[in-house]
């Protein structure tokens, strides 16, 4: 495989280093997340907002929910602990007393304080105290957490669940599509694209080559629709030499990484994304994904982005 790679120029180490492994996995996921496993890294609290960031919203509201929770549970207890007589006469009732703590608790910690429950004894309204400035410096911090979530500039790409090998302008390329999932228009978006080949050496060890795919188009000046990317497989390409089956039965990937102006945020975005060759499709084309109403406005299907059918 080599003598038939030694055409193509080897690009520099991306950063993902050259080791490898048989079956290695990708660096990078299909929705653009890091595939790498951290070990012995030192955890430290600049860390907490970019853990809360990046947290998914089901993760971030359970976490959230279950903190309001616990928090309630211990004061409860403390209130309890105290002598529930301190807020409000007890029910003799362990476990209604403890609940009369514990929602007094949530009166103090969110400051709403209905007044139907008050603390009177010195003990309680110390407690009472600190859990209120508890209160404001959790809420605070959440509300600082929801703004950042929602103000944080994101791309919103959609990428093609396959690759495809086929027929192209008298030769042969290797393609996929890509489009914006909102509404909004990409500005002078620009992509690049790396292969990375895994092969075997004479001593039974994996490396890693890594090759800089030449596009027909790697920026555009903007996109409302799709675009399907096109790396020609010419003589400058790592794939020249290779069959169609012998391209689809390469241990390699593409890591694709795209940046564009969003005028939703203002700002230029980056989303990354990565194919296995196993995704590929020989000898198939795209359907076409846009059409035309009877008053001549564009249609776009989102649905037929990865639609593939045969070539005639």
Do not use: C
Request: aromatic share 14%.
């Amino acid at each position: 495989m080599n003598l038939k790679l030694i055409m193509a120029k080897k690009a520099k180490d991306p950063g993902f280093g050259h080791h490898s492994a048989k079956n290695v996995k990708g660096i990078i996921n299909k929705d653009g997340s890091s595939n790498i496993i951290h070990i012995n890294r030192k955890f430290s609290i600049d860390d907490l907002y970019s853990f809360f960031i990046g947290l998914s919203w089901f993760q971030f509201f359970a976490i959230v929910i279950l903190s309001y929770t616990l928090l309630n549970i211990f004061f409860g207890a403390v209130y309890l602990s105290i002598g529930i007589e301190q807020i409000t006469p007890s029910t003799g009732n362990t476990f209604k007393d403890f609940l009369n703590g514990f929602f007094f608790s949530a009166q103090t910690l969110t400051t709403v304080g209905y007044g139907g429950i008050a603390p009177e004894g010195f003990t309680a309204n110390v407690i009472a105290a600190f859990e209120a400035l508890i209160g404001l410096i959790s809420f605070s911090f959440v509300t600082g957490l929801l703004y950042g979530r929602f103000s944080k500039p994101k791309a919103a790409i959609r990428f093609s669940d396959n690759l495809i090998v086929r027929d192209f302008n008298g030769g042969r390329a290797l393609m996929f599509r890509l489009m914006n999932s909102r509404k909004t228009i990409m500005l002078e978006p620009k992509v690049s694209v790396t292969l990375s080949l895994n092969e075997e050496d004479a001593h039974g060890k994996y490396q890693r080559s890594f090759f800089s795919l030449d596009l027909e188009r790697d920026k555009i000046m903007y996109l409302p629709t799709i675009w399907t990317v096109v790396h020609t497989i010419n003589e400058k390409s790592p794939l020249y030499h290779l069959t169609n089956e012998e391209i689809k039965n390469l241990d390699a990937g593409l890591y694709v990484l795209i940046q564009y102006h969003e005028e939703s945020f203002g700002q230029t975005v980056f989303q990354a994304t990565s194919y296995k060759f196993s995704q590929i499709k020989v000898n198939m084309k795209y359907t076409p994904s846009s059409s035309f109403d009877e008053e001549g406005y564009t249609i776009l299907d989102h649905e037929k982005l990865s639609d593939v059918e045969p070539m005639i």
